[in-house]
């Protein structure tokens, strides 16, 4: 049984529409992270679980569905490309020029990756290939994707090493799904002690930058980094790592975002009594602009670094927080000023008043932001997609829905700015794109419950 239920927010004439929406399907299995939202220029929301097996088959695959801007449903994919026996963890949608939809699938528990083209219409495969195999690609908890200028897809994922770290920067025409480029990334010292890369973005330059924490120093423990790449990630521009003055109080970098004039943001967790710590790092490096720690006015420690986002004016973050009247975590948008971290607004998402968390990826429209994550409401867990206002204007309750506001604190000692040393090992790896299939590609009905309450 497959279901949703949809509630519109606002809907202004010429203007966005804002809604939420959940979902529920008793016939898959999936995990409960990284869900992923992608929008294309026209505005329609694609939601991708990334990991999926369901359907008595036992195959590995993803499921992709589309809604129009103002939250109806258009279609439902579930997906498994061959070789169907490995299964896969996929990256963030992406578009090619049409606006179909790109998905970028690793094999689980092997390194060569597929990628496959649909059809926006109606959700059909029209493209897939089998792009390689990559060092550092088996390891995909953490897969996020950006677009260069002229198109060009950008995609990073890490996986280990003794005494480091890999990431694998592979970068990939949406046109034709064939590899332009790939690069093995050792990160440098002090990188390369047990550090993990995260996110992955493109600046405004085209440059590749990415973002995560290293362990270090004296006891070693956990710092946040940006290192930003050039275009085609054969060589290093600058790296910046954040931190606290005492080694007690650790900053363990998530996530990061790089703005039009290629300043850097980057969230993580801060441990010993804070909750999320974030930074500003200048354009070259450099001390940070500003870092503030933020914990929740009840003293409870939010976790607002699944992703972040900007739009130069402002920075955005999401996550979970504390509902005051159930004690339990709930998904949280927060939007803070670029120019000195201030908070803007901090808004919930709670749905029949059940916990949960965004877990994934943030989209940005010109008046929009957009998450999916999941909700502790029966099994499998539903899922929680919401698209509300970038100035925080909606609050109230809106049948099952109530976007609540509530405010964060700046807490102890802030994070300070550490240099780094620079050298690193970037080779080149053989790219040969080849033609591969889809095992299954059937189509989702969902049953959906709307509820029209402007």
Do not use: H
Not at 109 to 132: M, P
Not at 283 to 308: C, F, H, M, Q, R
Not at 427 to 436: G, K, L
Request: proline share 4%; aromatic share 10%.
């Amino acid at each position: 049984m497959s279901s949703w239920k949809r509630t519109l927010f606002s809907s202004a004439a010429g203007g966005e529409t804002y809604w939420a929406a959940v979902l529920q399907n008793t016939a898959l299995s999936y995990g409960d992270e990284n869900q992923k939202v992608a929008v294309d220029s026209s505005g329609n929301v694609y939601f991708m679980e990334p990991i999926v097996t369901g359907y008595g088959d036992s195959q590995y695959g993803q499921t992709v569905t589309k809604f129009d801007p103002e939250g109806t449903f258009q279609w439902g994919r579930r997906l498994t490309p061959a070789p169907s026996s490995s299964g896969t963890a996929a990256f963030g949608i992406q578009f090619d020029s049409s606006d179909n939809p790109i998905v970028l699938a690793l094999q689980r528990g092997g390194i060569r990756v597929s990628a496959y083209k649909l059809s926006a219409s109606d959700g059909s495969t029209t493209l897939v290939t089998d792009i390689g195999a990559f060092e550092a690609m088996a390891s995909g908890d953490y897969t996020f994707t950006g677009v260069q200028s002229d198109g060009t897809l950008v995609y990073a994922a890490a996986s280990p090493i003794t005494g480091g770290v890999n990431v694998s920067v592979l970068r990939v025409n949406p046109s034709t799904l064939a590899a332009v480029s790939a690069r093995n990334v050792v990160l440098p010292r002090p990188f390369n002690q047990n550090s993990t890369m995260r996110k992955v973005a493109v600046g405004p330059n085209d440059e590749i930058v990415l973002f995560g924490s290293v362990r270090y120093g004296s006891p070693p423990n956990y710092r946040a980094y940006a290192i930003v790449l050039n275009t085609t990630g054969s060589a290093f521009d600058w790296e910046a790592v954040a931190a606290y003055p005492s080694s007690s109080n650790v900053f363990e970098g998530f996530t990061g975002a790089i703005d039009s004039s290629g300043n850097c943001y980057v969230a993580g967790a801060a441990y010993s009594g804070f909750g999320t710590a974030v930074v500003k790092f200048p354009d070259n490096g450099g001390s940070i602009s500003w870092g503030l720690n933020w914990d929740e006015v009840t003293t409870a420690n939010p976790l607002l670094y699944k992703d972040v986002q900007t739009d130069d004016t402002d920075v955005f973050l999401n996550g979970s927080t504390t509902n005051t009247a159930t004690g339990s975590t709930v998904p949280t948008f927060m939007s803070i000023a670029s120019s000195n971290g201030s908070e803007n607004w901090t808004r919930q998402v709670v749905y029949n008043g059940k916990a949960g968390t965004f877990s994934g990826n943030m989209v940005l429209t010109d008046d929009a932001i957009i998450a999916a994550g999941f909700i502790y409401d029966g099994s499998p867990l539903k899922r929680i997609i919401a698209k509300l206002p970038k100035d925080g204007s909606i609050t109230g309750t809106f049948g099952n829905f109530v976007i609540k506001s509530t405010s964060m604190t700046t807490a102890g000692t802030n994070p300070v700015y550490y240099t780094s040393s620079t050298g690193a090992y970037l080779a080149a790896e053989s790219v040969t794109t080849s033609s591969a299939s889809m095992t299954t590609n059937s189509a989702i009905t969902w049953t959906i419950d709307d509820e029209t309450l402007e």
